[in-house]
């Protein structure tokens, strides 16, 4: 695939209105992907899978989540804090890219953005899900010891009023989530960290989940990927996962940190695509 696949994109309204932007590639006939990026992130985490074989393969989706990229950033923690509004704005970006099969990819905290969708909505039209670096939760007890203790010192400047500590505190967070980053990849990347507000930052770290229930309940093929050398969220959190989901695969990635997806991407892609044809091959 070259550098710059061609992709459709634009606007769609989310939960309450809310404007999100999205885009997609590949192949329209094919299984549906969603892609859920992750804190601070944007859909041009996906860059690797976007502008890949992936793309001659299945329908590749993603959207920026509410506050971040170019999506609308409403004022005020309630519109961050209520995961009715991630799982509404999920299906809007579903019912928008309407197709069947769908797959949902969530990364980091997309990873409980899946969890708000299965709570609300159910997994009637979801054939599966894939969960990188994620949890099962965030704000509960049960997390002791699979949450990182590093980057605890330089997180809360992440979400500091003052630009240049915030700019520094990203740059760090950023340099942390991948093993080995170029200086050219560095600054982009933060760059595209600091599209979102430190106020949404501060709000959706304050969120408090428990998709114990969730997970547990969901019947469908789960496929759980972590870096082993993550120091944001440990490879015991994947175990958990794992525990959790009835149906589930877990792979480490032995080269990566808190993104697989990126760090190993050719590895990533094969194994999202295996997932996605044998899920395929079970519903035919």
């Known amino acids: 695939m070259p ?19 999205h885009k997609d590639t590949g192949n329209p006939d094919a299984p549906s992907v969603l892609f859920i990026h992750g804190w601070s992130q944007t859909h041009a985490a996906w860059v690797k899978q976007f502008n890949s074989e992936l ?42 890219n309407r197709k069947q099969p769908l797959v949902l990819v969530g990364w980091s905290i997309g990873a409980l953005v899946i969890g708000d969708y299965l709570r609300r ?28 203790t590093g980057p605890g010192e330089y997180m809360p400047d992440t979400m500091a009023d003052d630009p240049e500590t915030q700019f520094r505190a990203m740059q760090r967070c950023t340099r942390d989530m991948v093993v080995d980053l170029t200086p050219a990849q560095l600054q982009i990347m933060t760059a595209q960290a600091m599209m979102t507000a430190p106020a949404v930052r501060a709000a959706m770290m304050n969120r408090v989940i428990d998709n114990t229930d969730v997970l547990t309940s969901f019947t469908e093929p789960a496929l759980i990927i972590h870096g082993r050398h993550d120091p944001f969220i440990l490879v015991d959190a994947a175990q958990r996962l794992h525990q ?20 190993e991407p050719e590895k990533f892609n094969r194994d999202l695509a295996r997932f996605i044809r044998e899920l395929s091959a079970t519903t035919a």
């Open 55 to 96: 793309a001659e393969q299945f329908h590749l989706v993603a959207f920026d989540l509410r506050g971040h990229g170019y999506s609308e950033c409403p004022v005020g923690d309630e519109y961050y804090l209520n995961g009715r509004l991630y799982a509404d704005d999920v299906l809007a970006v579903i019912n928008h």
């Open 244 to 263: 959790l989901c009835p149906r589930s695969t877990l792979s480490i990635y032995e080269r990566s940190a808190h993104m697989p997806f990126r760090e």
């Open 3 to 21: 550098d710059t696949a061609l992709f459709n994109h634009g606007y769609l309204q989310g939960a309450d209105g809310v404007r999100l932007y």
């Open 121 to 148: 909505h159910g997994q009637a039209d979801i054939s599966g899900i894939v969960m990188v670096s994620g949890l099962h939760g965030l704000g509960i007890a049960e997390l002791a010891g699979m949450l990182g």
